[in-house]
T-cell receptor
């Protein structure tokens, strides 16, 4: 079955630094990968996604890179800001599963120090 | 953008009572919605897939008679926690997506904090 995990449960950075959060997945059939941001007491907020036929995708300060050979994908945040502090979850889904059946990683707590 | 509304945001109930949580897609139709459960400092665990006009599909280990799901319209799915007990206390979150091809990912509701006393 699918499993998705994160290498680091916590990440602390200084304001202005770049942040990278990694996520490994086990199912080689996974073809859609998503990053979510969750603030305390709220539902996950979509940040960025990437399909398996693309190696990198950018949206302003946010980027996602995918390494299918190594079966991991990474979230890149440039010039990290205090408002970026939150829990970040990665998720993946194989094309063969029911539409929308995501498998989530454990989450990484990002703390940005002013 | 796609908006999913979840209600209530918080609910406290007594053991043995039932609680209904609503999940609505506000600006799109969703034939499929998903219900997740999240424990403190943990990841989201998929409980069930809610299908409009048909029975929900439950994940292994999730009691379908305990967590009743009804998806009566293209914009509304409800989760009813029946005969709630303290161990049912958790953060329940629903999600839906207008279309995978639109690149919007899956939109989540704001979650419902259930506390059973």
């Amino acid at each position: 079955g699918e499993s998705v995990g994160l290498h680091l449960p916590t990440l602390s950075v200084q304001e202005g630094d770049n942040s990278i959060i990694n996520c490994a997945y086990s199912n080689s059939a996974s073809d859609y990968f998503i990053w979510y941001k969750q603030e305390s007491g709220k539902g996950p907020q979509f940040i960025i996604d990437i399909r398996s036929n693309v190696g990198e995708k950018k949206d302003q300060r946010i980027a996602v890179t995918l390494n299918k050979t190594a079966k991991h994908f990474s979230l890149h945040i440039t010039e990290t800001q205090p408002e970026d502090s939150a829990v970040y979850f990665c998720a993946a889904t194989p094309a063969s599963t029911s539409y929308g059946k995501l498998t989530f990683g454990q989450g990484t707590i990002l703390t940005v120090h002013p | 953008g796609a908006v999913v509304s979840q209600h209530p945001s918080r609910v406290i109930c007594k053991s043995g009572t039932s609680v209904k949580i609503e999940c609505r897609s506000l600006d799109f139709q969703a034939t499929t919605m998903f219900w997740y459960r999240q424990f403190p400092k943990k990841s989201l665990m998929l409980m069930a897939t809610s299908n409009e006009g048909s029975k929900a599909t439950y994940e292994q280990g999730v009691e379908k008679d305990k967590f009743l799901i009804n998806h009566a319209s293209l914009t509304l799915s409800t989760l009813t926690v029946t005969s709630a007990h303290p161990e049912d206390s958790s953060f329940y979150i629903c999600s839906a997506s207008p279309s995978l091809d639109r690149g919007l990912g899956y939109t989540f509701g704001s979650g419902t904090r259930l506390t059973v006393v």
